[in-house]
């Protein structure tokens, strides 16, 4: 029975992310959207398969519900649970695995969020010269990556309690596909349809696997997939076999359907906020020091970000050591441009 | 009835009155029954309409309108998240029917939450279990409901750059998966009251008085054939249910049986366990079970390995419980061979098909088996009998398949639990007759044990699971079954 369940996210943790904490809920979505992607993009560099990547990216959703973002790296909360989620599968992955793949997605020359053609008509800028002085990785920026990862890897597994079990509906969506006959259409591209939303539906910012049981997301899926290659689906509330309520299907149908545009938006979102950092680049993933330029620019102020989201929380008492572990990043980062241009 | 059963017409006034009272108690009886069922049925309907207006409130509380489930069913519909989320269903379904969610019943699954950590200061420790080679145990009493619970470190060792310890974490994943009455319950995990830095780790166990280890060394008598049984059954059925849940335990010993006052069996210390799909993945370690209870099929290398490893830890449970003393007590991978070939008899080709080819088999000599008839190789139950001469007939053949050293004869858990030595008399002795012992954990340290530990994960030397058998002595191997053996070695066992 474990094996079909998820703990779900409760009311209040869902509206205390909503309410209390710092960000702008806008901020809030681009933040979980590009982590999300960015996990899914090392869990492909890594050869992980998708049911250890996917279990990562579950548990990034829980963490933050229990703990405020601006409070580590989103990168580093990315690496953490992937290395987690990987060391507790059939397919361990090594700290210096994460560091070489995580170094790499964050500098200049990975094609992660490639700026995408804007709306006023230019084009996309070419894709960056794959440079490999970019991403080589020095001995004490993997030696603090490493710190870093462990670090957050306990602070996720205290956050959620340690319980790391993640249950994910690919494999039912397949069963009940075969139940339903494949719909009597071409068995791979329902099924490939189907896995696709549920892949998708893990970049969700509505967080579907946090509010839903696998059964459910398996018949939202198939029934997206249904009419998306226009299979004909039984006449009867066939749902209802698979315990799943009309309302929270059409609740999932439409969550899962929403990711796409929902998802070019952030994107434009993320682009747009890097593209007034100093660097000006427009593409890459999203940093903390570009949420706080932006929180900035909009005239929040980020210390009291910090304390709203760390009280709302009841972790207050966590302030000092951030402080000093960001201190830390800034001087790592320094060293690593220092390195970097020196060599 | 007092005295005069026989006399027919003694119906006296006494007798009258006697009888009276009788029927009047049984009344008053039968009267209390009934208004302990009607306040019960009170109690119920309260609590239904409390759970029912808890969640009307709940509904209300997220400004839903729609009210239409009745009072008595389950809160069934999608729990509200959030106010401003009220999905329009997609117009394809609304056109099927409208009227069906009365009619139909739809499972709910609860999944529990998720959430932070509690500190463990809501805890007072009481005193030290243990401190070994396991890390640290303690007893403790949860500082609000009084409740005496284990409280189990989580050993970490600073050095060690690769993080939590991941067989520390799968103990705790197994745990909280499993629930069932004779694998102990982990209650929570609860860590030190410093949170920015995660060092301390406790688990927090369910407290039991004994260890089947400790009780075995102390007790002047061994156990009754029906307590065995009562223990046995315990163990098999928390087994079938680990193992029907795809988890092998992989260091099942009597030190990591636990017993409570009330006769009731747990398994413990899943600091070995991990979820294995069936059929097995090609490899997995092969350092795993305490020496004295490791299948032969371990001790010769394989890799690839199932349930059956331990159904054998079972069988050396088996026969500790018959004799209080671990069964096989080698002192290191060959001598625990030698022992294991001494009690059941050597493998040969059709007793275990394959065995030659396991990895630490190419440094075994074993005579062939076409020199030797079946007369020279005695047959694991015939073995087993010698030893265990008070056995009954059922129990011997139960033993000694459990001590089949090919693993696929062993039986299964559930095959095991409908085995005809517990359907035997003497019947398996009721859990609340169970004897009970003075309990160390609750007063006093332990002695040191003197049982080897489990494999440690890194242990250097042997990582690659390669043990040499080519100084198997085994000039004695057939000492206890082979008096009637009188042409000499069928063959020898040769060094090299």
């Known amino acids: 029975m474990s094996h079909m369940v998820n703990p779900l996210a409760t009311p209040d943790q869902l509206y205390q992310r909503r309410s209390f904490s710092a960000l702008p809920t806008e901020l809030q979505d681009a933040i979980f959207f590009s982590t999300q992607c960015l996990t899914q993009a090392a869990g492909l560099l890594l050869q992980l398969p998708q049911s250890v990547t996917a279990q990562a990216n579950v548990i990034i959703a829980r963490y933050w519900l229990e703990e405020p973002m601006m409070s580590h790296e989103f990168s580093d909360i990315s690496a953490a649970s992937v290395y987690l989620t990987a060391k507790l599968s059939p397919y361990p992955r090594s700290p210096r695995d994460l560091a070489l793949v995580y170094n790499y997605l964050l500098s200049p020359s990975s094609t992660f969020f490639q700026p995408l053609a804007s709306a006023s008509g230019d084009s996309p800028p070419p894709p960056p010269t794959n440079i490999p002085n970019d991403y080589y990785l020095p001995e004490h920026i993997y030696n603090s990556f490493h710190t870093r990862m462990l670090d957050c890897e306990s602070r996720i597994l205290y956050a959620l309690s340690f319980n790391t079990h993640v249950s994910l509906p690919h494999p039912l969506a397949i069963t009940y596909l075969q139940a339903l006959d494949f719909l009597n259409t071409s068995k791979s591209t329902v099924s490939k349809r189907t896995l696709a939303y549920l892949n998708t539906a893990l970049l969700s910012p509505q967080m579907l696997y946090l509010t839903s049981q696998p059964n459910a997301l398996a018949v939202a899926a198939i029934y997206n997939a249904a009419k998306d290659v226009g299979a004909k689906m039984p006449e009867c509330e066939w749902w209802e076999v698979f315990d799943v309520d009309r309302e929270e299907l059409g609740f999932l149908v439409v969550g899962m359907r929403s990711v796409d545009g929902w998802g070019r938006k952030m994107r434009e979102d993320v682009e747009r906020i890097k593209a007034e950092t100093e660097s000006g680049k427009r593409g890459g993933m999203i940093r903390r020091r570009d949420v706080e330029g932006e929180l900035r620019r909009r005239g929040l102020s980020v210390g009291n970000g910090y304390a709203k989201g760390a009280g709302g929380t009841g972790a207050g008492s966590e302030e000092p050591v951030d402080m000093e572990a960001e201190m830390a990043r800034r001087m790592d980062e320094k060293m690593a441009e220092i390195e970097g241009s020196a060599s | 009835m007092t005295g005069k059963g026989k006399s027919r017409w003694a119906d006296s006034a006494e007798d009258a009155a006697l009888e009276a009272q009788l029927k009047k108690e049984k009344e008053e009886k039968k009267r209390l029954k009934a208004e302990k069922a009607r306040k019960a049925a009170e109690a119920e309907k309260k609590k239904r309409e409390a759970e029912a207006a808890a969640a009307a409130q709940r509904r209300q509380q997220h400004q839903t309108g729609d009210d239409d489930d009745d009072a008595n069913g389950p809160p069934a519909k999608r729990r509200r998240l959030s106010p401003d989320r009220d999905a329009p269903p997609p117009s394809q379904a609304a056109s099927t029917a409208s009227s069906s969610n009365d009619s139909s019943k739809l499972l709910r699954f609860e999944g529990g939450r998720f959430g932070k950590c509690r500190s463990v200061e809501n805890y007072d420790k009481l005193n030290d279990i243990e401190e070994g080679a396991y890390g640290w145990v303690a007893r403790a009493r949860e500082i609000e409901t009084g409740k005496v619970v284990a409280l189990k470190r989580l050993k970490i060792d600073p050095k060690d750059r690769s993080g939590l310890p991941v067989t520390g974490l799968r103990e705790i994943q197994i745990l909280k998966d499993c629930s069932h009455r004779n694998i102990v319950k982990l209650k929570e995990v609860v860590v ?170 190419r440094s075994l000599r074993l005579p062939s088996t076409t020199s030797s008839t079946s007369f020279s190789n005695p047959t694991t139950t015939a073995l087993i009998r010698a030893k265990f001469p008070l056995l009954t007939t059922a129990g011997v053949s139960l033993l000694a398949s459990l001590l089949s050293l090919n693993p696929a004869k062993r039986p299964t858990a559930h095959e095991m639990l409908d085995h005809e030595y517990f359907r035997q008399e003497p019947k398996p002795k009721h859990e609340a007759m169970f004897p009970t012992f003075p309990s160390k954990a609750g007063q006093e340290r332990r002695r040191k044990r003197e049982t080897p530990n489990a494999p440690q994960r890194n242990q250097k030397g042997n990582e690659s699971g390669i043990v040499d058998f080519s100084s198997l002595a085994v000039g004695g191997i057939f000492g206890a079954g082979r008096e009637r053996e009188e042409r000499g070695g069928g063959f020898s066992l040769r060094m090299v």
């Not at chain 2, 004295?292 to 001790?299: D, G, K, Q, T, V």
Request: aromatic content about 8%; glycine content about 6%.
């Open chain 2, 192 to 361: 030190g009251d410093d949170t920015s830095k995660i060092e301390n780790i406790f688990i927090v166990l369910e407290f039991l008085e004994h260890d089947l280890k400790s009780i075995l060394e102390d007790m002047p008598e061994p156990f009754l054939a029906s307590e065995v049984k009562t223990l046995l059954l315990q163990l098999c059925s928390g087994i079938a249910y680990l193992h029907s849940h795809y988890i092998l335990h992989r260091d099942l010993k009597t030190s990591n049986l636990l017993l409570n006052n009330r006769g009731q069996l747990k398994i413990a210390d899943f600091g070995m366990a991990r979820y294995v799909p069936d059929p097995p993945p090609p490899k997995l370690t092969q350092l795993v079970v305490t020496l004295w209870y490791r299948a032969p099929e371990l001790l010769l290398g394989a890799a690839r390995y199932g349930p059956e490893i331990d159904m054998w830890s079972v069988g050396c449970i088996f026969g500790e419980l018959l004799t209080r003393e671990p069964l096989l007590q080698g002192k290191n991978e060959v001598d625990e061979l030698t022992k294991i070939f001494e009690l059941c008899g050597l493998p040969t080709d059709d007793s275990w098909p394959g065995f030659r080819r396991l990895p630490n088999a």
